[in-house]
């Protein structure tokens, strides 16, 4: 089975124009206000005209408004969502039912493995990402997701040079990527772009995997 690609954190064209050229499973842009990453919804609009028609662009929320993520969907703005938030199984299932279906996947912090495991393994989204913690200075810690009984996608600062251990070591059904593959233009942390190089990179480890 091939290791699913998605791309994340995408907020310039020229992020859209690298994806096209790796051409991932999957897109995703943040779309909650509250964090650095976000683009706004007509920004998201321009950004899925710009990205090829045959990559889906996720639309990731955190505790957002049911009716901010349900317009997202309905409107096309996005083509599925990520919920990296609190939301409740009851929030997660209305959405897939007035959204006529679209996937819906769930991700979970991985900061209490005998807490999280179990809730990510029985939800009703379609799909689970599962962020690996990780120590200052060190690799992430994947033992913690370790025996996971579901498919799931990978993610925690995944690179070009640590992907394929990563996938040896917990074989997800997919990686994420996104800190991994930027660099900084500046001091601040909002000063860190997708680099087209680590992007390309990253892909093809996966795939040379695959």
Aim: glycine share 6%; net charge negative.
């Amino acid at each position: 089975m091939s290791i699913k690609i998605k791309i994340s954190g995408l907020r310039r064209e020229e992020d859209i124009d690298f994806v096209n050229e790796a051409r991932p499973d999957w897109a995703s842009v943040m779309l909650c206000r509250r964090f650095w990453r976000c683009v706004d919804f007509d920004q998201a609009r321009n950004l899925r005209r710009r990205l090829r028609d045959d990559i889906p662009l996720v639309g990731v929320f955190v505790n957002d408004k049911f009716s901010d993520v349900l317009v997202a969907l309905r409107q096309g703005i996005v083509d599925m969502v990520q919920l990296q938030g609190t939301e409740s199984e009851e929030y997660i299932t209305s959405l897939q039912m007035m959204s006529y279906g679209k996937p819906i996947i769930k991700a979970c912090e991985v900061h209490s493995p005998e807490v999280v495991l179990p809730y990510a393994e029985h939800s009703a989204a379609d799909h689970i990402l599962l962020h690996c913690p990780q120590v200052t200075g060190q690799k992430p810690d994947w033992s913690a997701v370790e025996g996971f009984s579901r498919d799931f996608l990978l993610a925690g600062k995944l690179t070009p040079e640590n992907v394929v251990e990563a996938i040896k070591t917990v074989h997800p059904w997919g990686v994420d990527l996104c800190s991994g593959v930027e660099v900084p233009t500046g001091p601040g942390e909002a000063e860190r772009v997708k680099d087209r190089a680590l992007l390309l990179s990253a892909v093809e480890a996966v795939r040379s995997f695959n």
